[in-house]
């Protein structure tokens, strides 16, 4: 417990934290690879270099620091985050070590003596988030292992299948190497993939919602191939999915983590909202609907560019073909000579406030939303703007979650 000088100096501290939070994260992760080059192998190099992990860890710090009276109210975003911590294998002692380093990183930015009154109280605020993470991750770790097929870590999988799904996604079908149980997942979340690729020093562990439903005998994870611009690189673990691995090869994962999960107590109409490879949880979702028999009314809406880099397109034909309660609609950005010839495609152009207003059913809906973070702000401002309340909305970031999407729209219906 932390006393009520120590809280009033953390509070009254958290603005300066965040007026410097990018610069401190920064000197700290900097610190922390150059004294532990370990931990490289836990950290994805490209969000460092355009600062999203940075951001993210900054955000985080603040709004803690912000709370550090009322936790229970960060509890969702330290759920997240503790998620992700537990699918990549964070341990309880690189606690201390992140914790030393992050210490000194603000009593630098800070000009700070190390003895100040001000780096005291951080001191012991980082052991109390520091005890809530731990816990939240010692939960979850064992959850996921005491589960029927459940593991900790990471368990070896073959590709059963590889299909190119469109020119720019490619989907893997996954079984269990030993021939085990799978467990279930809930639909929406995301397994980590620990790879190992020749020719560099440390693994890269990314993220893959899974985007087939719980019940099947495998997992698939469905993987756009990013590729850089002009100057930039391209993505290194996808373009190795995509070139690299094939039917037969080996791949490691760790068991399904996240809570961006489909609300099944819910009674309201569903809205799934995604563009480009943002629809793969939301696949996962819309066919446990379906294969539930829910009787929800569902409206699948898909925005992308065109036929040529739409995935999966015939899948969520399937799931929706024939059912009075589903309808789904495409919204292609650049469509082709061939899509305009065979009509494969419900709108031209991006998805528009007045699109939404006339494809909802009401405002009384639950919205799962995925895609990129501009397209996911335009979607919830203009969800916001016909009425659709805060609450009712719920996102995945394919990335550090640097800020809450919902939060920096100018319309709140809380
Ligand atoms: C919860 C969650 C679920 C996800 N689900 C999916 C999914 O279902 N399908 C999917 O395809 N992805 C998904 N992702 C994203 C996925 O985890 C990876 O981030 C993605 O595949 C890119 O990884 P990469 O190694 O190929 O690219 P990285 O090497 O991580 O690079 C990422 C991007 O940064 C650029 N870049 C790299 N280095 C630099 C540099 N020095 N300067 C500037 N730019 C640079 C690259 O060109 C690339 O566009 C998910 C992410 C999360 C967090
Ligand atoms: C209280 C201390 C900590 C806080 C507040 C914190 C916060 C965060 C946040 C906000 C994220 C981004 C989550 C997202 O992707 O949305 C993150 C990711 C991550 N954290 Fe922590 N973290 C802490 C401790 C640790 C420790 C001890 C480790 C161990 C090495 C660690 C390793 C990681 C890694 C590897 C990622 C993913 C980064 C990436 O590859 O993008 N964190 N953390």
Same mark, same amino acid.
């Given at each position: 417990m932390l006393d009520e000088r120590t809280i009033q100096i953390i509070k009254s501290t958290a603005p300066i934290i965040k007026e410097h939070g990018e610069e401190i994260t920064r000197c700290f992760y900097q610190r922390l690879f150059h004294r532990h080059p370990e931990l490289l192998n836990y950290f994805n190099q490209a969000n460092q270099r355009q600062g999203r992990q940075q951001q993210a860890l900054a955000n985080a710090v603040w709004a803690v620091a912000e709370n550090i009276d009322q936790l229970e109210k960060v509890l969702p975003m330290v759920e997240g985050i503790a998620h992700k911590h537990r699918a990549l294998g964070v341990? =309880? /002692?690189?606690y201390p070590i992140v914790g030393e380093n992050l210490l000194i990183a603000i009593q630098k930015v800070l000009g700070l003596s190390p003895t100040d009154e001000i780096m005291k109280a951080w001191e012991q605020a980082y052991g109390v988030i520091a005890e809530v993470f731990i816990g939240k991750e010692a939960e979850m770790t064992a959850k996921a292992a005491n589960q029927h097929g459940g593991w900790s870590g990471f368990r070896e999988f073959i590709v059963q299948k590889k299909v190119q799904e469109s020119s720019v996604i490619a989907s893997f079908y996954l079984t269990p190497a030993d021939h085990g149980a799978l467990p279930t997942f809930q639909p929406g979340q995301y397994i980590t993939l620990q790879m190992s690729i020749p020719g560099s020093p440390y693994t890269h562990n990314r993220h893959y919602s899974l985007s087939n439903g719980p019940d099947e005998a495998f997992w698939r994870i469905s993987v756009k191939h990013e590729m850089g611009g002009e100057a930039d690189p391209d993505g290194r673990v996808s373009t190795y999915l995509h070139e690299k691995v094939g039917e037969g090869d080996h791949l490691w994962l760790s068991a399904p983590a996240g809570n961006f999960v489909l609300e099944k107590s819910s009674s309201r109409p569903v809205v799934f909202l995604s563009a480009g490879v943002g629809l793969t949880p939301l696949l996962s979702m819309f066919s446990s609907l379906v294969l539930s028999h829910s009787s929800r009314e569902i409206v699948w809406i898909h925005a992308t560019q065109n036929g040529d880099v739409h995935a999966l397109a015939k899948e969520v034909e399937k799931w929706g073909k024939g059912k009075e309660n589903i309808k789904t609609y495409t919204f292609y950005e650049n469509p082709t000579p061939i899509d305009r010839e065979s009509k494969?495609?419900?709108? /031209?152009g991006r998805i528009e406030v007045d699109h939404l207003r006339q494809l909802l059913p009401s405002t009384e809906v639950d919205v799962y939303l995925c895609g990129s973070v501009p397209f996911m702000r335009k979607m919830a401002t203009d969800l916001k703007r016909i009425g659709v309340r805060n609450n009712q909305i719920h996102y995945e970031v394919f990335?550090?979650? =640097? =800020?809450d999407i919902k939060e920096e729209t100018e319309i709140t219906h809380q």
């Amino acid at each position: 417990m932390l006393d009520e000088r120590t809280i009033q100096i953390i509070k009254s501290t958290a603005p300066i934290i965040k007026e410097h939070g990018e610069e401190i994260t920064r000197c700290f992760y900097q610190r922390l690879f150059h004294r532990h080059p370990e931990l490289l192998n836990y950290f994805n190099q490209a969000n460092q270099r355009q600062g999203r992990q940075q951001q993210a860890l900054a955000n985080a710090v603040w709004a803690v620091a912000e709370n550090i009276d009322q936790l229970e109210k960060v509890l969702p975003m330290v759920e997240g985050i503790a998620h992700k911590h537990r699918a990549l294998g964070v341990k =309880a /002692e690189q606690y201390p070590i992140v914790g030393e380093n992050l210490l000194i990183a603000i009593q630098k930015v800070l000009g700070l003596s190390p003895t100040d009154e001000i780096m005291k109280a951080w001191e012991q605020a980082y052991g109390v988030i520091a005890e809530v993470f731990i816990g939240k991750e010692a939960e979850m770790t064992a959850k996921a292992a005491n589960q029927h097929g459940g593991w900790s870590g990471f368990r070896e999988f073959i590709v059963q299948k590889k299909v190119q799904e469109s020119s720019v996604i490619a989907s893997f079908y996954l079984t269990p190497a030993d021939h085990g149980a799978l467990p279930t997942f809930q639909p929406g979340q995301y397994i980590t993939l620990q790879m190992s690729i020749p020719g560099s020093p440390y693994t890269h562990n990314r993220h893959y919602s899974l985007s087939n439903g719980p019940d099947e005998a495998f997992w698939r994870i469905s993987v756009k191939h990013e590729m850089g611009g002009e100057a930039d690189p391209d993505g290194r673990v996808s373009t190795y999915l995509h070139e690299k691995v094939g039917e037969g090869d080996h791949l490691w994962l760790s068991a399904p983590a996240g809570n961006f999960v489909l609300e099944k107590s819910s009674s309201r109409p569903v809205v799934f909202l995604s563009a480009g490879v943002g629809l793969t949880p939301l696949l996962s979702m819309f066919s446990s609907l379906v294969l539930s028999h829910s009787s929800r009314e569902i409206v699948w809406i898909h925005a992308t560019q065109n036929g040529d880099v739409h995935a999966l397109a015939k899948e969520v034909e399937k799931w929706g073909k024939g059912k009075e309660n589903i309808k789904t609609y495409t919204f292609y950005e650049n469509p082709t000579p061939i899509d305009r010839e065979s009509k494969c495609f419900d709108y /031209e152009g991006r998805i528009e406030v007045d699109h939404l207003r006339q494809l909802l059913p009401s405002t009384e809906v639950d919205v799962y939303l995925c895609g990129s973070v501009p397209f996911m702000r335009k979607m919830a401002t203009d969800l916001k703007r016909i009425g659709v309340r805060n609450n009712q909305i719920h996102y995945e970031v394919f990335g550090p979650t =640097a =800020a809450d999407i919902k939060e920096e729209t100018e319309i709140t219906h809380q």
